[in-house]
């Protein structure tokens, strides 16, 4: 892939956020703050938009939902559709209480409510300029506004015009010393470019931390949600898994999950990976998590499959960096019959999509989790297992020494057996090219590694998947970073 090159501002990038995740994520009794989210839907060009407002509402427990917008796309011109996001919030109602006895948050029905409002009707640019305001545009200046030291989180699963009608007010109306502080704020996550006005925020709010696969959707990452892959098991995104987990004697939420047409919740990645789940860390995307891995750069147009299908949105060449397709290379672990219960195989894969659909079985058991949640009582339901660590976060050690890696104060809140399994997430640390091996069998509550050799200070990544033996299965993690120095 060709790529044009911005190392200097990728690397002053790459040492801010570290020392950020640093100081922030790595405290084992940090207190988990809610991220701030606003959603963009062209809910009804697609079925994907409602089954992935399905699967939102069953985590909004753990965000601050501020709005939630009907809009449109390339997908669907001349038309929005509220009434559909305020069905599901009615299913939702009924089993809101049964929520509540797995996990405290959930926001009531009547809040939801009110946080539901329209676009205007129309499509891209065409919606864009003076008196061209809408009641969802209004609503996200509110939110943009709000005296919240927190970072708003814009998830764009349909056309972006929303938001760029809320910013061409905002810099209509404050200085750009206001403006420039306000747009500090965002953190802008779109599933493609589902209209023309996707590339003029771009351009126009350079400095606007913005998530996407731009060009053919053949280019995006988030494929990797629904995508058939040779060579695994892709029984978590089948027809009959959906209709057993999701819409099946799963009470009124469920009956809401509409079947599949083109794809299954092709908008779900743009807020993946938000949810607490000890791998995600939403301010640096080139961590890696549930919404795939992205890295800082700009991208040659040539590489995101501009004569690809895009609805007929234009594909331009990128004038600045954005977070957009990183590439994972990803070895597929091995469940045994005899001897050591799950080892790393030898079979591996490699592209952007793998940066996603790797932890695809896990994020589809935690929504059957919670989809079981909805009708069941604590007691006949599983919960996800609790990784704890017997070090801290953040180790350093020098070239050659070993080290451990303990989470041997793991538990489980239904009392399940758990699953160990250990391994270096090399594209998340500073040393990609080279991948460090666990010394000891992978699967034990605690491993054995030796520090590489290096010449300078490197970081790496080391990631704890638990998993307990609850139905479903579900996964927890903690990640490790380590630091190391030369002796």
Not at 317 to 334: C, G, K, S, V, Y
Not at 359 to 366: G, L, M
Not at 376 to 382: E, K, L, P, R, V
Request: aromatic share 10%.
């Amino acid at each position: 892939m060709k790529l044009i090159c911005v190392s200097a501002i990728k690397s002053v990038l790459i040492v801010i956020v570290s020392a950020i995740f640093c100081t922030y994520a790595f405290g084992e009794q940090q207190p988990e703050i809610k991220n701030r989210v606003f959603v963009l839907t062209d809910i009804e060009a697609d079925p994907d938009d409602a089954q992935t407002l399905v699967r939102f509402l069953l985590y909004s427990n753990q965000f601050d939902v501020e709005g939630l917008v009907a809009t449109t796309s390339v997908h669907q011109k001349g038309m929005v559709a509220p009434e559909t996001i305020h069905q599901i919030i009615d299913a939702y109602a009924k089993v809101h209480n049964n929520l509540l006895l797995h996990e405290p948050g959930y926001p009531t029905a009547e809040y939801l409510r009110s946080v539901v409002r329209a676009g205007l009707p129309i499509y891209g640019m065409n919606g864009v300029g003076k008196n061209k305001d809408s009641e969802g545009s209004r609503l996200l200046i509110n939110a943009i506004e709000k005296d919240d030291s927190r970072p708003l989180w814009i998830s764009v699963w349909g056309g972006a015009n929303t938001l760029a009608q809320a910013l061409y007010t905002l810099q209509q109306q404050t200085s750009p010393q206001q403006l420039a502080q306000l747009i500090s704020k965002l953190r802008v996550y779109t599933i493609s470019d589902q209209d023309d006005s996707a590339a003029w925020i771009r351009k126009t709010f350079p400095d606007l931390f913005y998530i996407v696969s731009p060009g053919g959707y053949g280019a995006a990452t988030w494929l990797g949600m629904n995508m058939y892959i040779e060579g695994i098991d892709n029984t978590s995104v089948s027809n009959p898994w959906i209709a057993n987990n999701i819409q099946q004697n799963h009470g009124p939420l469920g009956q809401q999950y509409p079947d599949v047409a083109y794809g299954m919740e092709g908008d779900t990645p743009a807020w993946l990976n938000l949810i607490r789940n000890g791998l995600n860390v939403p301010e640096q995307p080139n961590f890696g998590g549930w919404g795939g891995r992205y890295e800082y750069y700009i991208p040659d147009i040539n590489a995101t499959d501009p004569d690809g299908f895009t609805g007929g949105v234009p594909i331009e060449q990128e004038t600045r960096p954005i977070w957009t397709n990183a590439t994972d290379t990803f070895l597929l672990p091995r469940r045994n019959e005899f001897g050591r219960s799950v080892s790393a195989s030898e079979q591996h894969f490699s592209g952007y999509r793998e940066t996603l659909w790797r932890w695809r079985d896990d994020f589809q058991n935690d929504f059957a989790a919670r989809m079981d949640w909805t009708v069941f009582d604590y007691a006949h339901a599983n919960h996800p297992p609790e990784p704890r660590l017997r070090h801290e976060q953040h180790l350093k050690v020098k070239s050659g020494d070993y080290f451990s890696l303990d989470a041997r104060n793991s538990q489980d809140p239904d009392g399940d057996s758990m699953e160990f399994y250990w391994f270096n997430y090399a594209e998340a640390g500073s040393m990609p090219a080279s991948p460090v091996a666990i010394q000891s069998a992978e699967n034990m509550a605690r491993v054995a590694v030796v520090a590489p050799e290096v010449s300078k200070p490197e970081t790496l990544h080391f990631i704890l998947r638990l998993t307990d033996r609850g139905t479903p299965a579900l996964t927890r993690y903690k990640r490790v970073v380590v630091t190391v120095v030369p002796k």
